[in-house]
């Protein structure tokens, strides 16, 4: 079946501007999982949901980052007046139950800040 | 959550059985042992999870002594295609609140 989607795959916009990216979780599953990965780390947690409800974004790194899921479906992560440190992969994961360690994880979104 | 030292990489041959081995030594009562496979170019993978003694899947084996307080990611005999990052998690089951917290991981190169 199909797997966690998520758009756009590259993303490169000048300082200042806003971005928003999208992430299509797997059909039926409950939880919705924003991470951040740098090169040679693994994902970061930046918050998540269980259906529509945010459930915890206490990894945000500033209120310049928000996230929802307004029908517990889609989700969408803006940045709002991107900086060059945001530069970095945006990855998804949804899972088929809440708080669980079996996530399954999107291709992820490049984001460059120039 | 539990604290995870893993060895940064290993290399190995193809064919060869590859064990990894992480260590947790304040791992809680009921917190579960779980290990993620990440591709380059792609997200992490869920692999692999256990409790205690030892869970066998398709891809690893996963054993895990009566201490937990380590465990041991086995791939056997590995191919080329099994080049990757492995990440041990340690955590309540249910999760810690719903994220999971990778460290840096093994990177395994598998050479021919």
């Known amino acids: 079946g199909a797997g966690v989607s998520q758009s756009p795959r590259y993303k490169v916009t000048k300082r200042g501007q806003d971005v928003a990216l999208r992430c299509d979780p797997i059909?039926?599953?409950?939880?919705l999982y924003w991470y951040r990965q740098a090169l040679g780390q693994g994902p970061e947690f930046l918050t998540y949901?269980?259906?529509?409800?945010?459930?915890?974004k206490s990894g945000l790194p500033n209120d310049r980052f928000s996230a929802e899921r307004p029908e517990g479906s889609i989700s969408t992560l803006t940045i709002q007046r991107t900086e060059q440190r945001d530069s970095a992969m945006y990855r998804c994961?949804?899972?088929?139950?809440?708080?669980?360690?079996?996530?399954?994880f999107g291709p992820g979104t490049r984001l460059t800040v120039t | 959550l539990a604290k995870t030292t893993q060895p940064i990489s290993m290399d190995s041959y193809e064919g060869q059985e590859v064990n990894i081995t992480c260590s947790h030594n304040?791992?809680?009562?009921?917190?579960?042992i779980t290990w993620y496979q990440q591709f380059p170019s792609q997200g992490p993978r869920f692999i692999i999870q256990?409790?205690?003694t030892k869970v066998t899947n398709e891809v690893a084996s996963l054993f895990i002594p009566a201490d937990r307080k380590s465990s041991t990611l086995s791939l056997p005999r590995v191919s080329l295609s099994d080049t990757a990052v492995y990440y041990c998690?340690?955590?309540?089951?249910?999760?810690?609140?719903?994220?999971?917290?990778f460290g840096k991981g093994t990177k395994l190169s598998v050479k021919p």
């Open positions: 994961a949804s899972s088929l139950a809440p708080r669980t360690y079996e996530q399954y």
């Open positions: 059909s039926g599953h409950v939880s």
């Open positions: 949901f269980n259906y529509e409800a945010q459930q915890d």
């Open positions: 304040n791992i809680a009562t009921n917190d579960y």
């Open positions: 256990g409790y205690k």
């Open positions: 998690l340690v955590g309540g089951y249910g999760g810690s609140q719903g994220n999971l917290i």
